[in-house]
Each structure stands twice: as C-alpha cells, then as structure tokens.
C-alpha cells in the first residue's frame, strides 16, 4: 500500500511539473523591439489631378446658306485647309410655295411697270407740249423707274430661290472654309439633304474645322479643392495616348458654378497647352493634368506613418525615445502633407528618435509538438 501511495504522490508531482512547463512555455511571448527613425528635411508637394481631355481652342462648324442636296464634297477628314478653300457643292432645291410666290411677285411686277410705262409714254408727250408741269411729269417719271426696279428685283428673287444665287444660270451654291485649319469632321455625305442656318434652325452642319496648334485641356476638380486654384497657375498635362511625355500648360479658366456628378460637385477647368513639335496631339485625347496646390521647400518632415492620434483630442502625437525601449509621448503640430511626409511645426526636433508603432510581427510557424499538444 506504501508503495502504491509513493507511485501516486510521485506521479501527481511529475503531472504538476509537466502542466506546469506546458502553461509557461505556451503563455511565454518573445519581447517585442521597436525601432526608431528621425525627422529630415525634404521638400513637399500638395498636388491634385484633374481629369479630361485636349481639344482644340476654337472649333468651327460650317454651316450651308441655303437648303439642297449634297453635290459634291471636295475635302476629307484631317485636311489641311485655309480660309475661302471649297469644301462642298449644295445643290438648290426650291421650294414649291416659295416658287409659286416669287413668280407670282414677277408678273406683278411686269403689270404693274406695263401701267406705269402707259403713264409715262402718255405724259411724256404732254410734257413735251408744255401742257403739264416738270412736277407732274417727275411724279410720273419717278413711278415708271420704281416699277423698273421692282421687276428686277422680283426676278433676281426668282433666280435665287431656283438656283441659290444671281451669279449664274448653274443651280449649284459653294460652301467654303469661314476659317484656316484641320477638317475634324464631315458629318455629311453627297446626296444628304442640307438646312440652312436661320433665326428658327442651326442648320446642317458640313464640316468642322480647327486649328490643331492651339490646343487647350478641359478638365474638372473636386469642390474641396477648386478653392486653392487660381488662374495662371502651372500644369503638368499628360496624354494617355503619348505615354512618358509631361505638356506644360497654364490654367486660364476656373467655372463659377459646379455641376453635381455621383454625389459629388465638380467645376470645370480650362488651361492652355503648350505642345511639342515632335508629337502630334489628336482632338479628343483624355488627359490628366497635375496641379501643385503648394509647395515647400527645405522643411524638417516625418513619415506620415509615425504619426499617432489620441482618441479624446484626435490631436497628432509621436513617442520619443528616452531610453532602451522606453518612449515618452510628445505633442506635435503638423503641417502640409503629400500622403509620404507630413511637415513638422512644432514639438520635435532633428535629432529625436520616433518609434515606429505600427511595426507588425511575422507570423512565428508552430512546431508539431506544440500542434499536437494543442490538439490533445
């Protein structure tokens, strides 16, 4: 019985032990060592990208004076033309009441300019006799000249709406280039039926014209930001379709009224591009344009990283180290930032070592002893 009551008191002494080892082996955890990083002085940029596209200055649209049919068209897309090139022939097409008006205002004319000749013909031998007076007669006179007049212009009214103008007997009517530059666009085919511009219609536009060399980047900014921008400041435009090639450009234009898009406000920007001679900037290209907000140069900064917040101030803060392992908390004043380095006001200097808090562990791979003895 003693024996058997040793064997117990022994094996609840090996089991305390064992239990005892496995409880300070698990629960032990190696001590964590931070490490530390000082202020610098460096440069730093708030810059904001605005998104577009490059499109010329000033389009053109040429328009049609008078309504046809297409005849022919004698540019294509992407011309080079100057101001009075031919660009289209329209062919008039009257229209029936129009017609019917300007013949009817022709006979008229020819009636009435009959009875006013009758008039003259009759006084002009009585004024011969000296039976009227020069006043009578100039009153008589005057009515026949304005009867002439009246039928010429009934005509030349008729010649227009037939064939579109006076200058000839062929019922065509040229549309030429208004400006000099690059066909963009020619919307139209021969035989399309063409409008012309009016008080009550646009008309049919035949082709758009621009002056590629002048280009200008049309972009839009955030709310939050579009209070820092002024006009004249620098951007840096860059092209998706010429990629590694930065265009200098000045801002020129700001919108005063934003324009809701997805839930947010968004203003309109222009600015003037200066283009390269060696690349060749279609209309239309999207476009980014870099806008530096403001910079400093030679301030002392920290990595955004280091920076801590307290949760009742939400005011920044960093802990300096004031021995091995030992760090005091300092208040701070920051500045301008790019999302890297935070500019340092206040509350620390070159030579104080920052702990970098938010160090993350490696994952330590458990053994399969400790696996098992997990399992068990």
């Given at each position: 019985?003693k024996i058997l009551?040793?064997?117990?008191?022994?094996?609840?002494?090996?089991?305390?032990?064992?239990?005892?080892?496995?409880?300070?082996?698990?629960?032990?955890?190696?001590?964590?060592?931070?490490?530390?990083?000082?202020?610098?002085?460096?440069?730093?940029?708030?810059?904001?990208?605005?998104?577009?596209?490059?499109?010329?200055?000033?389009?053109?649209?040429?328009?049609?004076?008078?309504?046809?049919?297409?005849?022919?068209?004698?540019?294509?897309?992407?011309?080079?033309?100057?101001?009075?090139?031919?660009?289209?022939?329209?062919?008039?097409?009257?229209?029936?009441?129009?017609?019917?008006?300007?013949?009817?205002r022709v006979q008229?004319?020819?009636?009435?300019?009959?009875?006013?000749?009758?008039?003259?013909?009759?006084?002009?031998?009585?004024?011969?006799?000296?039976?009227?007076?020069?006043?009578?007669?100039?009153?008589?006179?005057?009515?026949?000249?304005?009867?002439?007049?009246?039928?010429?212009?009934?005509?030349?009214?008729?010649?227009?709406?037939?064939?579109?103008?006076?200058?000839?007997?062929?019922?065509?009517?040229?549309?030429?280039?208004?400006?000099?530059?690059?066909?963009?666009?020619?919307?139209?085919?021969?035989?399309?039926?063409?409008?012309?511009?009016?008080?009550?219609?646009?008309?049919?536009?035949?082709?758009?014209?621009?002056d590629l060399n002048?280009?200008?980047?049309?972009?839009?900014?955030?709310?939050?930001?579009?209070?820092?921008?002024?006009?004249?400041?620098?951007?840096?435009?860059?092209?998706?379709?010429?990629?590694?090639?930065?265009?200098?450009?000045?801002?020129?234009?700001?919108?005063?009224?934003?324009?809701?898009?997805?839930?947010?406000?968004?203003?309109?920007?222009?600015?003037?591009?200066?283009?390269?001679?060696?690349?060749?900037?279609?209309?239309?290209?999207?476009?980014?344009?870099?806008?530096?907000?403001?910079?400093?140069?030679?301030?002392?900064?920290?990595?955004?990283?280091?920076?801590?917040?307290?949760?009742?101030?939400?005011?920044?803060?960093?802990?300096?180290?004031?021995?091995?392992?030992?760090?005091?908390?300092?208040?701070?004043?920051?500045?301008?930032?790019?999302?890297?380095?935070?500019?340092?006001?206040?509350?620390?200097?070159?030579?104080?070592?920052?702990?970098?808090?938010?160090?993350?562990?490696?994952?330590?791979?458990?053994?399969?002893?400790?696996?098992?003895?997990?399992?068990?």
């Amino acid at each position: 019985m003693k024996i058997l009551k040793y064997l117990f008191i022994a094996f609840l002494i090996l089991g305390g032990l064992f239990a005892a080892g496995y409880f300070i082996k698990s629960n032990s955890k190696s001590p964590v060592t931070y490490k530390t990083e000082k202020a610098f002085i460096a440069s730093i940029e708030d810059k904001t990208v605005a998104t577009g596209k490059v499109v010329p200055e000033e389009e053109v649209e040429v328009k049609p004076q008078v309504s046809g049919i297409i005849e022919k068209i004698y540019v294509e897309e992407g011309d080079d033309i100057k101001t009075g090139d031919l660009i289209a022939k329209v062919k008039v097409v009257p229209n029936e009441q129009s017609l019917n008006s300007a013949r009817g205002r022709v006979q008229n004319a020819k009636i009435s300019l009959a009875n006013a000749e009758q008039d003259y013909d009759r006084n002009k031998a009585l004024f011969d006799k000296g039976v009227i007076s020069t006043k009578d007669f100039q009153t008589v006179k005057l009515a026949y000249d304005q009867g002439q007049q009246e039928v010429k212009n009934a005509l030349n009214d008729l010649q227009i709406i037939r064939q579109g103008s006076t200058g000839g007997a062929q019922a065509i009517t040229n549309i030429r280039a208004s400006v000099s530059g690059t066909v963009l666009e020619i919307p139209v085919e021969e035989g399309d039926q063409v409008i012309q511009s009016n008080n009550f219609n646009d008309g049919t536009t035949v082709a758009t014209i621009a002056d590629l060399n002048k280009m200008i980047f049309e972009g839009k900014v955030d709310e939050s930001e579009v209070g820092k921008l002024k006009v004249g400041m620098p951007l840096a435009v860059s092209l998706g379709a010429i990629q590694g090639k930065e265009f200098d450009a000045k801002l020129k234009f700001i919108a005063p009224k934003g324009n809701e898009e997805q839930g947010a406000v968004q203003f309109k920007i222009e600015g003037d591009v200066y283009l390269d001679k060696d690349f060749f900037v279609r209309a239309g290209y999207s476009a980014n344009a870099s806008i530096v907000l403001e910079k400093k140069d030679s301030i002392l900064v920290i990595k955004e990283a280091l920076l801590q917040f307290d949760k009742e101030t939400e005011q920044p803060y960093v802990e300096i180290k004031t021995g091995d392992q030992k760090f005091e908390k300092k208040d701070i004043k920051i500045g301008l930032s790019d999302g890297i380095n935070v500019e340092i006001v206040s509350g620390i200097t070159e030579q104080d070592e920052i702990k970098v808090w938010n160090k993350t562990e490696p994952v330590k791979k458990k053994s399969k002893e400790e696996e098992n003895e997990e399992e068990e």
